[in-house]
């Protein structure tokens, strides 16, 4: 259990006991090269810190075709945003080489960020570099076509 913790910025504000609670509502899974971890569509029920490997998180476009959003590494967290704002996930993760993940049952991490007001802040940060990472994407994306169009 240690090798969750150990890695990741913000499970340093859990204490011993908050630590075994997660330690009894986690799965560690092991996930092949191209299988998914996640489905687009699928219910949320895990909140999943990739330990190692390497993924890409992937959406249908409206075409069918496949659009890669990002790739991630461990430490990476899935569902951060998703979790606190839907009941399905609204991309796909699919591993691209042998990767390893702890899972945590959704309604006890919640459980603990709601008994734990410094872990919910760390998550709420972790949450806004992400989203700031969106649009800066976003952002660039736009400028990009703009000046391909001048």
Do not use: W
């Not at 895990?46 to 992937?58: A, D, E």
């Not at 952002?139 to 001048?150: E, H, P, Y």
């Amino acid at each position: 259990m240690s090798d969750c913790f150990y890695k990741a910025i913000f499970f340093n504000k859990l204490d011993f006991n908050e630590v075994s609670c997660l330690d009894h509502i986690r799965e560690e899974k092991n996930f092949s090269k191209g299988q998914d971890i996640i489905t687009e569509g699928e219910f949320i029920n895990k909140f999943i810190y990739m330990k190692r490997g390497l993924v890409k998180i992937h959406k249908k476009g409206v075409d069918g075709g496949e659009r890669i959003i990002s790739i991630a590494r461990p430490t990476d967290y899935f569902g951060l945003l998703t979790i606190f704002s839907d009941t399905h996930y609204k991309y796909s993760v699919t591993a691209l080489e042998e990767s390893k993940f702890c899972l945590f049952e959704l309604d006890g991490f919640k459980k603990i960020i709601l008994e734990n007001s410094n872990f919910g802040m760390m998550l709420i940060g972790r949450m806004s570099l992400v989203a700031d990472g969106i649009i800066k994407t976003r952002f660039d994306l736009g400028a990009k076509n703009l000046r391909g169009r001048i």
